[in-house]
């Protein structure tokens, strides 16, 4: 119960503060007199200098150990994001988000391989998916609370109310997470994390399961960053309060995640794997239609098949490592949040130049590659 909670904890503040920006983006776009594309860069930026960061916090993880990198990496980010509310250009507010991003590469990095590390072999998959829940529910509380609230009262006000209770999250992370019981420290020595980086490279699964990171949450952040503005337009004119509420899709993943992971002990990971990125296929299509009610049932199935097949893929690392596990994990999110933010700007100028067809394309042919990639990992690496 204790690692549950802490890691739940942990989960919810890391996502709350990464993507509360995602909402009102075209708040930010208004406030600033910016394009769609800029405004995405206050979350890219974010996800950049995160992916980066895990270059240095998972190897760094492997010599200090797991539980202080977290701990320090949570406060510091809290920190940030109260600081951001005080900027009054846009160049501060990306310097802030970019610092943020850096700090939750030591939570991001380290969380998998903690529970890797602790776990029993035959309930990582399920400990992953609950895991990956909490980070889907700290994803949707972030976005919800400051659409809503800067509806209510400004932008500066929702994102100062998410470090807060980010802050008082990582307080609560440090005092109950146990100590580890497995952890054996590694040298940081080049050589040896050069050695490991060829090791992981040369494997027959663990590139394409790198792909499939970048490949899912290049998809998934793309839709999410734009269909704010879709449905702001006509002929539905959303306010920002009811825009932030449709984050309630995310509340799909605390489903599928965790029964993601449950499937994959009965039909194998591939297929598992497979199908969770159709169901994202599916859920794309779907917001095509011009029924509200259409939209957010696509939504609805986009969030779950994105959920599940991430869970799948981020255990399926933990796995197929023989060694310098926080490594593996810091390689994979690398390129999954290198997905996030090539890819959620990219498709900033589909919008702007096709309108929300432009962004579908976009995020379709994402997805078939996805699945291209999934079925070599079915017949490479199962």
């Avoid at 996502?15 to 600033?32: D, R």
């Avoid at 980010?166 to 307080?171: E, K, Y």
């Avoid at 490279?201 to 839709?223: K, N, S």
């Avoid at 539905?236 to 009811?242: E, G, P």
Wanted: one cysteine or more; hydrophobic letters at 55%; glycine letters at 12%.
């Amino acid at each position: 119960m204790r690692v549950t909670l802490a890691m739940f904890s942990a989960g919810l503040a890391t996502f709350a503060l990464l993507y509360c920006v995602q909402p009102i983006l075209p708040v930010l776009s208004q406030e600033f007199g910016i394009s769609a594309p800029a405004s995405s860069l206050s979350l890219s930026i974010s996800t950049l200098m995160l992916a980066l960061g895990l270059l240095i916090t998972g190897p760094l993880s492997d010599a200090v150990g797991r539980k202080s990198v977290m701990v320090t990496a949570l406060l510091l980010a809290s920190v940030c994001t109260l600081l951001s509310t005080m900027m009054t250009s846009w160049h501060g507010i990306l310097a802030m988000r970019a610092l943020i991003g850096l700090s939750l590469s030591g939570v991001a990095a380290v969380g998998m391989t903690w529970l890797s590390e602790e776990m029993h072999p035959s309930v990582v998959a399920f400990s992953m998916g609950l895991y990956i829940s909490g980070n889907s529910i700290g994803g949707m509380s972030g976005r919800l609370l400051s659409g809503v609230i800067t509806d209510l009262f400004s932008w500066r006000v929702a994102v100062a109310a998410i470090g807060c209770f980010a802050l008082a999250s990582a307080l609560m992370f440090w005092k109950i997470l146990p100590a580890s019981r497995h952890f054996r420290p590694l040298s940081l020595r080049p050589k040896n994390l050069a050695i490991n980086f060829r090791l992981h490279w040369r494997d027959a699964g663990l590139p394409l399961l790198f792909a499939e990171g970048f490949l899912l949450m290049g998809a998934f952040v793309t839709l999410f960053n734009y269909i704010g503005y879709r449905l702001m337009l006509s002929p539905w004119h959303l306010s920002q309060a009811v825009v932030g509420l449709l984050s309630v899709a995310y509340l799909t993943g605390t489903w599928s995640s965790p029964k993601a992971g449950a499937m994959t002990v009965r039909y194998g990971r591939a297929p598992v794997l497979l199908g969770f990125t159709g169901m994202m296929l599916g859920g794309m299509l779907l917001t095509l239609f011009s029924s509200l009610g259409t939209i957010f049932a696509g939504m609805l199935l986009f969030s779950a098949g994105f959920f599940g097949a991430h869970s799948v893929a981020s255990s399926w690392i933990g796995v197929r490592a023989r060694r310098a596990r926080g490594q593996a994990s810091s390689l994979y999110l690398f390129s999954y949040y290198l997905g996030s933010s090539l890819a959620g700007t990219t498709g900033g100028f589909f919008w702007h130049d096709y309108g929300w067809y432009g962004v579908a394309g976009f995020i379709g042919v994402l997805l078939v590659l996805a699945l291209l990639v999934g079925r070599r990992l079915q017949h490479r690496a199962a």
